[in-house]
């Protein structure tokens, strides 16, 4: 009697996802990784944009010597 109902209890686990779930896994991955990127591009793009800014500070500083 106890190991039906454990198995009672572990019947969604046992079972295979549909097809719609496994398209919702793969869009939902794929919203995760475009995030991911979106994220990296910016960070470069705020580092690039603090080099723009300091490149004739660093350049003077060079020229200087120091």
């Known amino acids: 009697m106890f190991l039906?109902?454990?198995n009672l209890q572990n019947f969604r686990?046992?079972?295979r996802p549909?097809?719609?779930e496994g398209i919702g896994q793969k869009?939902?991955?794929a919203a995760?990784?475009?995030g991911t990127?979106?994220?990296i591009y910016d960070v470069g793009?705020?580092?690039y944009s603090g080099l723009v800014a300091a490149a004739p500070y660093i350049e003077a500083a060079m020229l200087a010597g120091l």
């Open 27 to 29: 869009v939902k991955n």
């Open 45 to 47: 793009r705020t580092v």
């Open 4 to 6: 039906y109902m454990a």
């Open 13 to 15: 686990n046992n079972q």
């Open 37 to 39: 990127v979106k994220g």
């Open 32 to 34: 995760e990784f475009a």
């Open 18 to 20: 549909s097809w719609i």
